[in-house]
């Protein structure tokens, strides 16, 4: 008799709230997880990055996928990777920085798989430029309920390939992906900061300087009040070409990133993080912002927060929830400035967080479309949940959604009134997967299954 294999363990996502008990199983081969489809309903699951439940599955299986790992084809003239779909921007870019080659899109981390970026459409400094993930992704195979493996682009199975971008891994399990990387001189970006005054200068700000810069990104001092409402500092970039590097850093311009870490041993405290606290980091922030030097290596550019390990432990055991929404640029200035005044009052010590301009959407259940972003770091407390939805509210009454791959607490209702396309990805379930045999605890709560 053929014994499944995994075992009963507590997982979260990277903001270690909430807590499941899921049954874990690592397969090292496509074969691996048929067995358990024959029996089981399960959930991929990459590097564990997504924030809250959605990779995990109470009392179900989910596949740790971070085995299938390999590199299968590279067309050096076109800048086309065929690998299987654990491997992780990390991997890419260890291997095909020093030829001169970078991801497309990078996000915050570079602890994604590209699974993962395929199922949460990841987005990054650029989206206004290069849009989300999909962008850099010619097609993936994808194993089926049915336990049929088939390839998905954008003329083969169409409707499959476009519902797993934001689709949050319950379609299937991609098991291999074409993607174009970025043909690159230098590891190394030119910068710019701008010390924000107020909102009217953000946005102002962005309107002058996203023409000229491929890469902006905000932060925003959440407790300011008044006329500082909205101040913060503003970043941009441009990748730098080989000219442009000073003589020192010439001598390694493909420089990758280095290993060693700092890390975060254990979970901080919980009072750690407090009005007072927050406020004396905000400014120790802003001050770090504004001090930029004229060119800054891409792991400082991209991924700052790559280098402490663990910084999720930052917020104690009680977790965090990273909550991300973004609303049209219509009104955009009056419903922002409403949405900062909740935050600064609400008492639920609003800690890191990102502004951005973002480009046109595309999909079907992905997150972006042409307006303004703001991804913001909430320590969990018994008053985060009733704020939330208060929060959910104003971004609905704009216009706006939420971002599946980070949200912890929206309800059905409200996320199918944020999505109305929910439907058409609801009807691409149904064909490829009736029986729900991939769900998740994000699945249930949301009403994701057909």
Known sequence: MYMLPGKSEKITGWGNYPVSE????????EKDIQNVLKEEKLVPRGLGRSYADQAVNDNRYVAVCTHLNRFIAWDEKEGILECEAGVSLEDIINTFTPQGWLPMICPGTKFV????????????????????????????????????TITASRTENADLFWANFGGLGLLGIILTAKIKLRKIE???????????????HMLAALDTYDHEYNYSVAW????????????????????ARLDELPEKLKNDPLKLHPKGKLSVPFFMPNFTLNGLTV????????????????????????????????????????????????????????????????????????????????????????FPFKGYTLAIDFPMTKNLPAFAKELDKKVLQAGGRLYLGKDGLLDE?????????????????????PNNVFTSNIARRLGLEA
């Open 220 to 239: 925003i001092d959440t407790l300011a009040k008044g006329d500082k409402l909205g101040s913060g500092v503003l970043t941009l970039g441009n990748a």
């Open 113 to 148: 798989t590209i699974g993962g970026a395929i199922a949460n459409d990841i987005h990054g400094k650029a989206h206004h430029i290069d849009g989300s993930f999909v962008n850099c992704v010619i097609s993936f195979t994808i194993l089926l309920a049915s336990g049929e």
């Open 279 to 366: 406020r004396i980091l905000n400014k120790v922030i802003g001050f770090v912002q504004n001090s930029p030097k004229a060119f800054v290596h891409y792991e400082k550019f991209f991924f700052p927060l790559d280098a402490i390990n663990n910084w999720n432990r930052g917020y104690g055991k009680r977790g965090f929830i990273q909550y991300q929404f973004v609303i049209p640029e219509e009104n955009g200035k009056e419903n922002l400035t409403e949405i900062l005044k909740m935050i600064a009052a609400s008492g639920c010590t609003p800690f890191l967080n990102v502004f951005k301009r973002m480009g046109d959407g595309q999909g079907i259940l992905s």
């Open 186 to 200: 230098t590891t190394y970006f030119k910068q710019k900061s701008v010390v924000i005054k107020n909102l009217d």
């Open 413 to 433: 209702q409200m996320f199918k009134t944020m999505y109305p396309q929910h439907q058409q990805w609801l009807a691409i379930k149904k064909k490829y997967d």
């Open 22 to 29: 899921s049954i874990v199983f690592t397969p090292s081969a």
